[in-house]
């Protein structure tokens, strides 16, 4: 069975400054997907970054960026240049790729991070 | 065009009570996922439909939830005796078929707050 885990309940920044978010998984699989997903307060999920587990480039949307470390097992979130607008709970996500993939995420904990003005 | 929503965006009921969740994916969206993130833990996978086939229903806690999507459109989601564990927020996600990355996109609801006393 897959896991992830999100090591750091709360986080906080600075406005403008820049803040990494952990994320480890567990998986047997050679195929996968990551992501990560923002939640601001009140408002409902969305995708912020994915990750194709087969591409060893990092991904990068903009003031995102992730570092993939697939020997580590290790998806870590980078924002530069943080925004207040960046304050919300962060989830990294898990989902097997191939004919039997179902869609299905498998969610770490969250973090939630506090950008400061 | 609109995204997925859920009703009610809250919920209180009394233990042994029957609550009704409802979903409206995005249209054109065949994937529907319900989750479940119980108080401070990470958020869990319920099950899967594919139009109005359930796909995947391995995240289902016990026979008294029961989920319909009929027509292949809007879900329900109902919890029938409802008990105290069964608090938490119910968020509902949807998706284009097709393999590949384009389409791993989940889009997802503000989440339904079920609250059983």
């Known amino acids: 069975a897959q896991t992830v885990t999100q090591s750091q309940p709360e986080m906080s920044v600075q406005e403008a400054e820049t803040v990494t978010l952990s994320c480890t998984y567990d998986t047997s699989e050679s195929n996968y997907y990551l992501f990560w997903y923002k939640q601001p307060p009140s408002r409902q999920m969305i995708l912020v970054i994915r990750q194709e587990a087969y591409k060893q480039q990092n991904a990068t949307e903009n003031r995102f960026s992730v570092n993939f470390q697939k020997a580590a097992k290790s998806f870590s979130l980078k924002i530069s240049d943080s925004q207040l607008g960046d304050t919300a709970m962060y989830f990294c996500a898990f989902m097997k790729q191939g004919s039997s993939n179902t869609g299905k995420l498998i969610f770490g904990q969250g973090t939630t991070l506090q950008v400061k003005p | 065009e609109a995204g997925v929503t859920q009703f009610p965006s809250h919920s209180v009921i009394e233990k042994g009570q029957t609550v009704t969740l409802r979903c409206d994916p995005i249209s054109g969206h065949d994937n529907l996922y319900w989750y479940r993130r119980v108080m401070g833990k990470e958020i869990k996978f319920l099950l899967h439909f594919v139009k109005e086939s359930k796909q995947d229903e391995s995240g289902m806690p016990n026979n008294r939830f029961l989920a319909e999507r009929t027509g292949g459109t809007y879900s329900t989601l109902k919890v029938q005796p409802a008990e105290l564990e069964d608090s938490g927020v119910y968020f509902c996600?949807?998706?284009?078929?097709?393999?590949?990355?384009?389409?791993?996109?989940?889009?997802f609801g503000q989440g339904t707050r079920l609250t059983v006393v």
């Open positions: 996600a949807s998706s284009p078929l097709g393999q590949g990355i384009r389409n791993t996109e989940a889009f």
